[in-house]
């Protein structure tokens, strides 16, 4: 196997597709205060790249520099009704900043806190290796808590390509 | 290029892939969305009785789906989710975004779309489900408007 062939074998079988999740409530998230989604639970990592569970940098570590695909949900319940937004982004980097903002999705709260909201996001990214890429929200209103469970609040990535050309 | 490799670019450039739409109005609650009209689905996997997808390998797919309501806008909330299996045969849904219909009093169509990164078995069904508490409404039709596209981005 000549180095092209190498290459092409090594983008088709790349392992680096991971996916976790957060399996209960995340309680006691506070109104326009960035809080990081502590991701608990490893629904499959292929290459090890998830570090962090359970804390507020739980992520994926990015081994090696190039183009990912990234996806995921956020499930978020108002405490009680109010009329406003809440928001999630994924990150990479300082997770619990907003300058580095990769992907992101926002929904009104008009549903009076009775409906979980779910925000939706995915986008392909470009990445070097060493970045950490995590999850953090927030919300107006009243405050609440993201949503447990491997449908409801989670987090996958998969690498397309190596390299940042 | 020898038949590994062959084999190899073969599937880089695989035909699991489908693009489907709805050309007619469906009045809907909590139903399947009947996608009626196939774009593309070079690997004849998708089935217009069931309106799903049959996974033909095992491996992780991107699908995005979308439906948008045309009736007159209740004060309700809807959304829309895909139906699939993992690769432990397990029910699974992929959980989508949605808005209060009631947007549609002020002439916007309220829409709600679904998309991600899916890990499916081969055999299993990938489906679009609504999730509207409402009094039926219709959806609004189209190639821009209601549709379903799903890729095999790689092998498990």
Known sequence: ?165 | MDMQLLALYAQKHHPYRCSVWQNVAQSITNTTIHFDTIAKDPNNNYSLSTFSYTVPVTGFYWAYARYILSGTGVNTFFSIQLNYNDFNNNAQVLIGEGFPAAINAVGISPCAFVSGIIPCVAGSTILAQTNYGGAATNTATGQNFTFMHIQLMSLK
């Open chain 1, 1 to 165: 196997m000549d180095a092209l062939e190498l290459k092409l074998f090594s983008e088709i079988y790349t392992p680096i597709r991971a996916s976790i999740y957060r399996v209960s409530n995340q309680t006691g998230v506070v109104a326009a205060t960035v809080t990081q989604i502590q991701f608990d639970t490893i629904e499959y990592d292929y290459a090890n790249i998830v570090v962090s569970l359970g804390t507020v940098n739980a992520g994926f570590k990015i081994p090696t520099s190039g183009w990912y695909l990234i996806s995921g949900c956020v499930g978020f319940s108002m405490t009680a009704a109010a009329n406003g937004q809440s928001f999630f982004t994924f990150n990479k980097n300082a997770v619990n900043t907003f300058n580095n903002v990769v992907i992101g999705s926002q929904m009104p709260t008009t549903n009076a806190g009775g409906t979980l909201n779910h925000m939706v996001g995915g986008g392909i990214v470009q990445l070097n290796v060493g970045d950490l890429v995590g999850a953090a929200g927030s919300c107006s209103g009243t405050g609440g808590s993201f949503i447990g469970g491997a449908a409801e609040t989670y987090m996958r990535i998969m690498l397309l390509q190596e390299g940042l050309s």
